[in-house]
């Protein structure tokens, strides 16, 4: 029994989903306006120069996007190793203390922003650790893990153990078994996790600017955009593309998880 | 060697799991508590006014620091807001919600879901950077505005105490629009995802002992999804609590609890006083999730 929807639900929802979507559409509009110095609206003309001028007179967005590449890519790579690790073993084994111990995994990401980055600033301060792009990693790799866990999680649960005991009644040890039999069921899990913890690692501002030091991600060079903008358009063109290396891993992630979904029914 | 080696985790199983656990245990539960507990101690601290260094000494001068008039202002400003954007964000997610989990199916269902989630993994800085062009005194609402000749409605609105402002863009009204927006999502998720667990046979029966849809509505499944509310006010109010970019960014001169934190801990160099500010929301949100899974929130998570 699915009734027609009335124009009243019909109106609100839609109203309420063009609020979530124009604000993005507004900020590519941006990015071609002919007017440098404020948000004028509409735009008094429209030009590509901005995307030029991103490109060849702004040495400084270059720096500052391959520190965010390679920090997201990195922790990354950490969290897909603890957080699958940490998957595995709180969903096979049982033992005292394993619903407290879920509840920490989650508590990064629960936890205002704000108290992270403070809490790990005065951490690296008493380990007289100076802020590099390891603490940087470090602060990243630390929510990164959380989202790497709980796909796994969702997914090890899944997992029937049937097929790794009549893997193991037909000889495999244990590491054939994860080879051959977990890790392929649990690939596409790992690969959204690890795609949504890029995405939010390359995204990431606020514990950023706690452990970061003199080093500047492209958030942090956003950031300083928008309390000093220099030329307002190009900051624009900048967010386009920040959208765009968010936001098709984000894609992918839920085309992954989805399509297993459809599988396990 | 391979072989034996499975062969000691077969029969240790905990020694896999120890193994297993080590290294991530290691990492949230010491590096990460062990933070926080730093952090914690240090409220107990205090800074020398004349040195201006930490003095490491127990003491609760720092709390009673936390207490003055300004600070307390600068709690019950946050919380107010919070409490505000938390009330927006349910009452603009529930029909997003309600239309997607009980009307919405097949392709425009996933288009619907999809239309969800990107505004939420989208930047945070580009989504606060969109509301800096559209409350611009320059910028697409003050068109509007002018256009459709209501700006007298937009000036009388920024002249009105405590929520007006010289624009929109540096205002409360400013910056309650933006926690409304970068934090709705979080909103919309939970209270679908409550909605869809309300069996249509409930809403079946309560039509067939002649309940009118507005009475099934209210009685039947509204009541059901209220747990959605609570688990979605959880990540508002929590996330507002702590922001202090979007006010920094959208907003007036006074301060929320995230903005004090960052200046006491940068150019103030007062840690203590910045790591006791800090307790609050977590004592805040503490306090919330116990009721909150009280009414059973946890669940519909």
């Known amino acids: 029994m699915r009734s027609e929807a009335g124009w009243g639900l019909k109106l609100a929802a839609g109203a309420g989903i063009a609020f979530l979507h124009l604000p993005l559409a507004l900020i590519v509009l941006y990015a071609f306006t002919t007017e440098e110095k404020s948000f004028q609206f509409p735009p008094p003309g429209l030009t590509l120069h901005w995307f030029s001028a991103a490109w060849f007179d702004r040495p400084d967005i270059w720096p500052p996007l391959w520190l965010s590449l390679r920090v997201a890519a990195i922790a990354t790579a950490f969290a897909l190793v603890f957080g699958t690790l940490a998957a595995a073993a709180l969903s096979r084994a049982r033992f005292f203390g394993k619903d407290q111990l879920s509840l920490l995994f989650i508590l990064p990401i629960a936890l205002p922003g704000i108290i992270t980055g403070i809490a790990l600033r005065s951490a690296f301060d008493i380990m007289n650790l100076p802020f590099s792009t390891l603490t940087i990693i470090l602060g990243h790799a630390t929510f990164c893990i959380v989202v790497v866990y709980n796909n796994a999680l969702a997914r090890f649960r899944r997992l029937s153990p049937s097929m790794v005991e009549a893997s193991m009644d037909l000889g495999a040890n244990s590491f054939q078994t994860f080879r051959h039999i977990v890790l392929p069921q649990i690939a596409s899990a790992l690969l959204a996790g690890g795609m949504l913890a890029f995405a939010l690692s390359f995204d990431e501002v606020i514990v950023t600017t706690f452990t970061a030091g003199q080093q500047s991600t492209l958030p942090i060079w956003m950031l300083q955009e928008l309390i000093r903008p220099r030329q307002r358009p190009v900051t624009n063109v900048v967010a386009i593309i920040v959208i765009a290396v968010t936001f098709l891993p984000i894609l992918a992630a839920y085309y992954f998880t989805r399509q297993d979904e459809h599988r396990q029914g | ?301």
């Open chain 2, 1 to 301: 060697m391979l072989n034996s080696l499975s062969n000691l985790f077969y029969r240790r199983p905990q020694l896999l799991t120890a193994l297993l656990l080590g290294g991530p245990l290691a990492w949230i539960g010491v590096v990460y508590i062990g933070s926080l507990f730093a952090l914690l101690i240090q409220s107990f601290y205090h800074l020398d006014d004349f040195s201006g260094t930490v003095v490491h000494e127990f003491t609760l001068s720092t709390y009673a620091e936390l207490a003055a008039t300004a600070n307390l202002q600068i709690i019950m400003r946050t919380v107010v807001m919070a409490a505000l954007v938390t009330l927006a964000a349910s009452i603009v997610a529930f029909p997003i919600a309600y239309y997607a989990a009980r009307h919405a199916r097949g392709k425009w269902k996933a288009l619907f879901y999809l239309a969800v989630m990107m505004p939420l993994w989208s930047s945070y800085l580009v989504k606060i950077y969109a509301w800096k062009l559209i409350l611009a005194k320059e910028g697409i609402v003050s068109w509007i505005a002018a256009t459709l000749h209501l700006s007298w409605l937009l000036d009388g609105l920024l002249s009105t105490p405590i929520i007006g402002g010289s624009s929109l863009s540096f205002s409360y009204i400013g910056t309650f629009l933006v926690f409304l927006y970068i934090w709705l999502p979080y909103m919309i998720l939970p209270i679908q995802a409550a909605l869809e667990r309300v069996p249509n046979d409930f809403v079946e029966a309560a039509a067939d002992l002649g309940a009118t849809p507005r009475q099934a509505f209210r009685d039947v499944i509204f009541p059901l999804a209220f747990p959605g509310v609570i688990a979605g006010s959880i990540f508002t109010f929590s996330l507002t609590l702590g922001d202090y970019i979007v006010p920094q960014i959208v907003g007036n001169s006074r301060a929320m609890i995230g903005q004090a934190v960052y200046t006491l801990q940068g150019t103030a160099g007062d840690i203590p006083l910045a790591a006791a500010f800090t307790v609050v929301p977590m004592v805040i949100m503490g306090f919330y999730l116990l009721a909150a899974r009280r009414m059973g929130a946890f669940d519909a998570l």
